[in-house]
């Protein structure tokens, strides 16, 4: 059992740990959970003893050892099998020994504990990790060096999940994964024998692969049983009845302190208002649990509606240096598309995301666009071509540079970079803060088109709800590259398989497509053929899916309902503070007809929506 005791840690002055404190069960498999700058990765590099604390300590049962993912990226000639198999310190020492060692009773030690930590089958082992990441044979007999730095931090990932240590601390593990590497991961996890303390902000992830959630919210450490969702629910339920004892008790400190100021001047009630001094003074005033607030995001939408379809493909090829990586491309995009990418790394998903966004050509075929066109685009390199001295200001007076200082710093408010934010440089802000503004930067223009190449990297939990809002309320089309299966489940109505250097409809669920990833998985383990997406969705029920919407398109609609329910009560609260004002009855009675008749049609709209988003929460529940 891994055990925290009241560990205190400040960065810049500033308290991050507060005597935080909590047990971890040996085996458990537990997400780390709080907002981005609570201190998440700073706790994990307390308790491998790579920082030290400020007071408190970290206890470990003897020999058990700890793993984590290297932070330097393995980047040599070694090949990935041999960087993954050197992950496993003990193995490498202990083989390392036995090709010197003379004793007998040593040789005999070494070799009964290479059996019992199972080297024999250890190259096999750590193919079968790098395949599940996303590597082919061919890749993990070649160097490190040939890879870029996201696939490199996969083989570090591979060689902490080979070492197996007895606690296992993962910090974001899927950012550089693809849905089908996170779908691997996920089923990895699930079957890991150890502890593994993981931070994570999928929350697919979060509900299917851990049995307990530890949460890190102002300096303090609660653990939940259960998953992601279960937790959501019981720090609901705990916020809800806190807010009850704090009226109550609010409620009993006036009673006592009225009984004090009426009485406490009067001598034959001087005793008991002295009690009752004592008592206020005794009862520990209940803290009011208020949520941190999550600056919303927002898509324009586009000023002019354009025909559909936006953008037709017809037998279009799209590649590099004249070598084609897709081909064959015949499709459209309209209007209100909600399209989602799905295919391994390395298949092409981002070549054609940067075809329809212009920046490659087709090499061959057409690819037809309206000539009005605008295009947002959102990807994760971008973070780093941000310059490093400007400022958020400084961007936006490039973009508004007929516009006043307060039309400017009321946009940057508005998405959230307030003066200090707006003012800082761009080397100063963190993961989340960059692509908050990238997405400001793509979305500038209004656009017809969104193309979003993994969005939610450097986002929190509650950042991706207020990001898969705003998806749902933009009124262009979307396409998506995201390894998030809860975004491409409430914002995505529509799948394009990658693969093979095509890109085909792919007409199943995410369900279905989990399915064929690991179908195909098993296939390559068996050294079989990889099992056709048709076959795979084939073998599926259907017939139920076939009777109502899918889920991911009901969870749409409800997030699209809430989206406009928050609108219309926006509206009514407008309009019934212009109505309380008896002014406007004497100066402009036509004005609040006007205002009455609207107000009404709206309380309908209202009424009308919210007994929609209830039908749908009970179908989906």
């Not at 979307?478 to 398989?497: A, C, F, M, N, Q």
């Amino acid at each position: 059992m891994l055990h925290i005791n009241q560990i205190t840690y400040r960065v810049g002055g500033r308290l991050i740990l507060d005597g935080a404190s909590a047990a971890l069960p040996e085996g458990h498999k537990i997400g780390l959970v709080g907002r981005n700058g609570t201190g998440k990765t700073t706790l994990l590099r307390l308790i491998t003893g790579e920082i030290g604390s400020e007071s408190g300590s970290i206890g470990m049962p003897k020999r058990a050892r700890i793993g984590t993912v290297a932070q330097e990226a393995p980047g040599g000639p070694e090949t990935l099998i041999d960087v993954v198999l050197a992950g496993h310190e003990e193995m490498t020492a202990l083989e390392a020994e036995a090709l010197i060692a003379t004793d007998p009773d040593r040789i005999a030690e070494i070799q009964m504990r290479l059996a019992d930590i199972d080297a024999h089958s250890a190259p096999a082992r750590a193919a079968s990790i790098l395949s599940g990441l996303g590597f082919t044979d061919e890749q993990q007999k070649g160097p490190c060096s040939a890879l870029s730095g996201g696939w490199r931090m996969r083989v570090a990932l591979a060689a902490a999940l080979f070492s197996a240590p007895d606690v296992l601390l993962l910090d974001e593990p899927t950012n550089y994964l693809d849905l089908e590497g996170t779908i691997w991961l996920k089923n990895f996890i699930r079957t890991y024998r150890n502890t593994i303390l993981m931070v994570s902000h999928d929350r697919d992830l979060l509900n299917e692969a851990v049995d307990s959630i530890l949460h890190l919210q102002g300096g303090k450490l609660t653990i939940y049983t259960g998953n992601y969702d279960s937790f959501e629910r019981i720090r609901r339920e705990k916020q809800a009845l806190n807010v009850k004892m704090k009226k109550k008790q609010d409620d009993a400190r006036q009673h006592l302190q009225s009984f004090i100021d009426r009485f406490k001047a009067k001598a034959s009630k001087a005793t008991q208002a002295q009690s009752r001094i004592k008592a206020l003074a005794k009862m520990e005033p209940i803290a009011e649990m208020m949520e941190e607030h999550v600056a919303p995001f927002h898509f324009p939408n586009p000023e002019k509606p354009l025909n559909p379809p936006l953008i037709r493909f017809e037998n279009a090829s799209v590649g590099y240096n004249g070598t084609p990586i897709l081909r064959g491309i015949t499709l459209r995009v309209d209007n209100d598309d909600r399209i989602a990418l799905l295919g391994m790394n390395g298949n092409g998903k981002s070549t054609f995301a940067k075809l329809i966004c212009s920046k490659l050509e087709a090499i061959s075929g057409k690819m037809i666009t309206h000539n009005r066109l605008e295009v947002g685009y959102f990807a994760q390199h971008q973070l780093d071509e941000l310059g490093e001295g400007r400022t958020p200001y400084d961007y936006f007076r490039e973009l508004m540079p007929d516009a006043s200082e307060a039309s400017r710093r009321a946009k940057l408010g508005a998405i959230g970079f307030g003066k200090n934010l707006a003012d800082s440089t761009c080397a100063t802000l963190s993961g989340g803060e960059k692509a908050r503004l990238l997405f400001a930067l793509a979305a500038f223009k209004g656009p017809h088109v969104m193309v979003l190449d993994e969005p939610t990297n450097h986002l929190d939990v509650d950042a991706r709800e207020a990001l898969i809002h705003a998806m749902n309320e933009f009124d262009g089309a979307i396409i998506l590259i995201s390894h998030d299966r809860h975004l491409i489940e409430t914002s995505v109505d529509r799948l394009l398989l990658v693969a093979d250097g095509k890109v085909t409809p792919f007409d199943g669920d995410l369900q279905a497509y989990t399915n064929y990833v690991l179908e195909r998985a098993k296939a390559a383990r068996r050294g079989e053929p990889a099992p056709s997406p048709s076959r795979i969705k084939a073998s599926e029920p259907v017939k139920a899916a076939d009777k109502k919407p899918a889920q991911q398109v009901l969870k749409k609609r409800a997030f699209d309902l809430e989206g406009q329910i928050a609108k219309i009560q926006e509206k009514l609260n407008i309009l019934d503070t212009a109505l309380a004002d008896a002014m406007i009855y004497r100066e402009n009675p036509k004005q609040a007809e006007d205002f009455a008749r609207l107000r009404a049609k709206l309380a309908t709209d209202l009424d009308a929506r919210e007994i929609e988003w209830l039908e749908i929460q009970e179908e989906l529940t």
